[in-house]
């Protein structure tokens, strides 16, 4: 039976390749996202890329993948530092929960320190520049294989 799994990106993550490029990389959204599927194609798993602005969008998209997919890759954008809504979305979530990002969080300013992602997730993936997509992908892949 084939895996599904869910990538969802959140907040100002559709500017990639637009804006501070020193930070997030000359790739666009669209970029990366082609790479995630042409990455899953040669995995054999079915990936679902979504990107929202909008936090209680997020929370849907978490709870529809209760029953639909057996792992979800997320980059919260800013709602990793302040959302407990996704929080407790992620902790009813029971397949396998890969916390990503672009950039390492901890390494930035104090306010992006704390991850209520992170509480609710099983692994995480930071700093790696855009290439982390690929990573998480990979990493996922091992653990609901
Ligand atoms: O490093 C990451 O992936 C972040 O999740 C990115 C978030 C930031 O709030 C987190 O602390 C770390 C910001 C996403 C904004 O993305 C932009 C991309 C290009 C230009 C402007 C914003």
């Not at 529809?64 to 407790?88: C, F, M, P, Q, V």
Request: aromatic share 6%; hydrophobic share 40%; with cysteine.
């Amino acid at each position: 039976m084939s895996k599904t799994i869910f990538l969802l990106n959140g907040p100002n993550l559709n500017l990639l390749g637009f804006r501070e490029p020193e930070i997030y990389g000359h790739e666009t959204l669209a970029d990366v996202e082609a790479r995630c599927m042409e990455h899953a194609e040669m995995l054999g798993v079915t990936l679902e890329c979504r990107q929202s602005n909008h936090e209680g969008v997020l929370v849907d998209w978490i709870q529809e993948a209760r029953g639909k997919a057996d792992a979800i890759i997320l980059n919260a954008g800013a709602y990793t530092h302040t959302s407990i809504a996704i929080h407790d979305a992620l902790k009813a979530y029971d397949g396998y929960k890969m916390e990503l990002h672009i950039s390492d969080p901890k390494q930035r300013e104090a306010f992006r320190h704390i991850s209520y992602v992170e509480l609710a997730s099983d692994g995480l993936i930071a700093g790696k520049g855009v290439d982390g997509y690929i990573l998480a992908l990979d990493t996922v892949m091992e653990k609901i294989a």
